[in-house]
């Protein structure tokens, strides 16, 4: 039994993490950028409000902006925020429901 608990928990986190990724890959699509005054590059994702990056190459602006993305979602999940659903894409969290013995 203990066996099949850990293949079930190492499904359940890969399902996460794999969710979790084509999230931000489909909010990063969505990303918008743009040259400031200074030369440097800014993103930023509009359905993710207050994620942005900022950088001397395109590159490392949405690097940034990653890095960002990244922890406005965990920071968001810890609060229990609602996340707009991106291409299909739905982080509501559910409610877990454990089997009876």
């Known amino acids: 039994m203990e066996g099949e608990n850990l293949v079930a928990l190492q499904w359940f986190l890969y399902m996460v993490v794999s969710m979790l990724t084509e999230y931000i890959q489909a909010a990063l699509r969505h990303a ?3 040259m400031l005054e200074n030369g440097r590059f800014y993103g930023e994702i509009d359905l993710c409000p207050g ?6 190459t395109l590159e490392e602006a949405r690097e940034e902006l990653c ?7 965990i920071v968001g ?3 229990g925020d609602r996340f707009e659903v991106i291409d299909g894409i739905d982080l509501k ?3 877990v429901h454990a089997e009876a013995a």
């Open 32 to 34: 918008h950028y743009e």
């Open 77 to 79: 999940l810890r609060h």
């Open 93 to 95: 969290p559910q409610p």
């Open 51 to 56: 994620t942005w990056g900022e950088g001397a």
């Open 67 to 73: 890095g960002t993305l990244e922890s406005w979602i």
